[in-house]
């Protein structure tokens, strides 16, 4: 849905034939047409004959908005708008959309775009105070832009500019230049940029199939996708020959749609799943993953231990030998490393800290005597190291990138088929940070018509997921895991400091960070990174922050956890959680499950986990308010709620 100067006008020019009465409005000139068959791709005007067009109900409800907001002065007449200027696209669809998402509240970041196009007023709320918000115009067009369902018609020529473009998400310098091609494809919703000003643009789903099936199809005929087209393959493959004309079926050859026997080629294939994304018009949510360095580097870690287990069948991946095999080499080999160590000493330390312990970096030659340096006391220094590892493997489980199983009675740690294929990637291309909005570049353009923004980007292209034009095999392959992972929750303490700052509606990234002192914003950071995720919030392409569902449960499930606890639930307390569902009665009244003592043996063969681990789990539990001794309290049903949700 794209509406600039000349779609105004057009628009305006056949609602004024309307209102005098004239059953549609006849153009003079083929030159003038453009505009107006685009309005009839978007499903705001039809073609009645050609040269000759009437408003559909969505172009007249659009049009009347557009005379409404001019007459009041919301907006100047269009016919003093700049030629360039969109007052509609995807971007501004998305700045509405995320308002909307946010209590109508835009942000900074496109509040003065939404402006520029009279979308913006200040509301005042009752013991809040005054702010400004999307107005009822906004509201209105986007509720155009849910129910026009768009036309879809694609020529011999622009399926050779479809086929030849790269898919995006990059830089719209990069779209090759196509004359009108990136309006009309923007017409029926095939092509987006990002909030706010168009710096990145993406194919949509619809259009990535579209482009899939132009790259194979037999561009024989003059019009070589159309909604006809499409609906006659359906009824060839699903139904047989019988339910096509013979008209039909010859048009399925040509195009190489279909094999002699009835068979989808490839080319009919991607055409079937674009039809069906047409019509049902649903959607992915948008997902996402993080994977750390230290995560990546225990990945190797456990491939490291399992191979001289091989030789030595005493050594196992522990949490121990973990520790041992990362923190007992060099320092130098760990250069990668530096950043998140001294993220992890800032934390515990105090960032005034920050020039001591960049001075000990360069002074010590392995972890362990960095760590000796800060933690003195006792067995301090070996403890803390050992829970910086722990913590790191919970993590990993949580993504179901590991498990840990109980083997000769004790926790070990095995590599999950999703763990291989990360480790594989970070010894193709080096071991480094895949932040959570550098694989949500590539996830949001699972919506229906949106483009990451320039923030995610850039973060995709630095961590190789973004590259050439799309996405990497790297960022298809982590874009891929973040919807096919089974997620289990998890949390650490300051995490949860984080997550309950946040309110469910209203917040914006740079209000998250004014809850903290300025020397925290890189622990923030990190710490928003891990939220989203874990799918706890949504980071909205206007810099919104959102609780999701499972964000929701976890927040209250954890209110009265106390907030010095380390990781106020834990992958593997999840899985004794289930275990113990799985072994007790649900008592609906009172919103417990009771499990009787006896079955606690059995739930601990449930989880899969050793003695020893199951206990500490308990405890974790119970701290955490989660469980009582024999039951599982209404907060601890909500974690198995979010747990639900987020799978």
């Avoid at 923190?327 to 920050?354: C, V």
């Avoid at 990360?422 to 570049?441: C, F, Q, S, Y």
Wanted: with cysteine; hydrophobic share 40%.
């Amino acid at each position: 849905m794209v509406i600039r100067k000349e779609h105004a006008l057009a628009l305006m020019r056949v609602r004024e034939e309307e209102k005098n009465q004239a059953p549609t409005c006849q153009l003079f000139l083929k030159s003038e047409e453009p505009p107006y068959l685009e309005l009839e791709r978007m499903n705001l005007l039809r073609q009645v004959r050609p040269l000759e067009y009437a408003l559909t109900y969505w172009g007249r409800a659009l049009a009347n908005i557009l005379d409404d907001m001019v007459e009041k002065k919301f907006i100047l007449h269009p016919s003093k708008w700049d030629e360039e200027f969109r007052w509609l696209g995807s971007e501004v669809l998305m700045m509405i959309e995320t308002a909307i998402e946010n209590d109508d509240i835009p942000g900074e970041l496109t509040e003065k775009e939404l402006e520029k196009r009279g979308f913006i007023e200040e509301r005042k709320v009752e013991k809040k105070g005054v702010f400004r918000t999307v107005n009822q115009y906004a509201k209105d067009i986007y509720e155009i832009f849910k129910n026009a369902h768009p036309r879809l018609i694609i020529d011999r020529e622009l399926c050779q500019y479809i086929k030849e473009m790269p898919a995006g998400p990059a830089e719209s310098s990069m779209l090759p230049a196509g004359g009108r091609f990136p309006i009309l494809m923007g017409a029926m919703r095939l092509l987006a940029f990002s909030v706010p000003t168009s710096d990145i643009y993406s194919l949509t789903p619809l259009g990535r199939e579209i482009k899939a099936a132009c790259e194979t199809i037999a561009p024989t005929l003059e019009t070589v996708i159309s909604e006809d087209i499409m609906d006659s393959l359906e009824r060839a493959v699903y139904e047989g020959f019988e339910a096509v004309t013979d008209e039909e079926k010859e048009v399925l050859f040509q195009l190489a749609l279909i094999d002699d026997e009835g068979n989808p080629l490839p080319a009919g294939e991607h055409l079937l799943e674009a039809y069906r994304i047409w019509k049902e018009r649903s959607f992915k949510p948008v997902k996402s993953i993080n994977v750390e360095v230290i995560d990546a580097e225990l990945l190797r870690g456990i491939e490291e231990v399992w191979k001289h287990n091989e030789s030595d069948p005493s050594t196992l991946p522990t949490v121990d030998e973990l520790v041992h095999y990362l923190f007992y080499k060099p320092l130098k080999e760990y250069k990668h490393l530096l950043e998140y160590y001294g993220r992890r000493l800032y934390q515990d330390l105090g960032y005034q800290k920050k020039e001591e312990i960049q001075k000990k970096f360069g002074e010590v030659k392995t972890v362990e005597e960095l760590f000796k340096s800060f933690y003195e006391k006792g067995n301090q220094w070996y403890e803390k190291m050992y829970d910086l590892v722990q913590e790191s493997l919970y993590t990993l489980e949580s993504f179901n990138l590991i498990r840990a199983e109980e083997k000769e009675g004790k926790k070990v740690h095995y590599l999950t088929e999703f763990g291989k294929k990360v480790l594989e990637d970070m010894k193709t291309r080096g071991i480094r940070e895949i932040p959570a909005v550098g694989v949500k570049a590539i996830t949001v353009t699972n919506k229906e018509f949106a483009a990451p923004n320039v923030e995610w980007y850039q973060k995709g292209v630095e961590a190789q997921l973004i590259g050439g034009g799309e996405a990497t095999e790297a960022g298809k392959m982590y874009a891929q895991m973040a919807y096919e992972i089974r997620r289990l929750p998890h949390i650490t303490r300051f995490e949860l400091q984080v997550l309950h700052k946040i309110p469910e509606k209203g917040f914006f990234v740079k209000d998250v960070y004014e809850q903290f002192d300025e020397t925290w914003k890189e622990e923030v950071e990190y710490a928003l990174n891990k939220l989203e995720a874990r799918g706890y919030i949504d980071i909205l392409q206007n810099e919104a922050i959102i609780l999701t569902e499972p964000g929701k449960l976890i927040k209250r499930a954890l209110s009265g956890t106390p907030e010095g606890f380390g990781n106020p639930i834990t992958p593997l307390a999840v899985r004794v959680l289930e275990a113990l569902r799985k072994v007790g009665t649900l008592y609906e009244k009172e919103r417990k499950v009771r499990v009787l003592p006896k079955n606690f043996k059995e739930a601990m063969k449930l989880s899969g986990l050793d003695p020893e681990s199951f206990e500490r789990e308990l405890v974790i539990l119970r701290a955490s308010n989660l469980i009582g001794k024999s039951s599982i309290n209404e907060a601890g049903l909500l974690i198995l709620e979010a747990l639900e949700k987020l799978n």
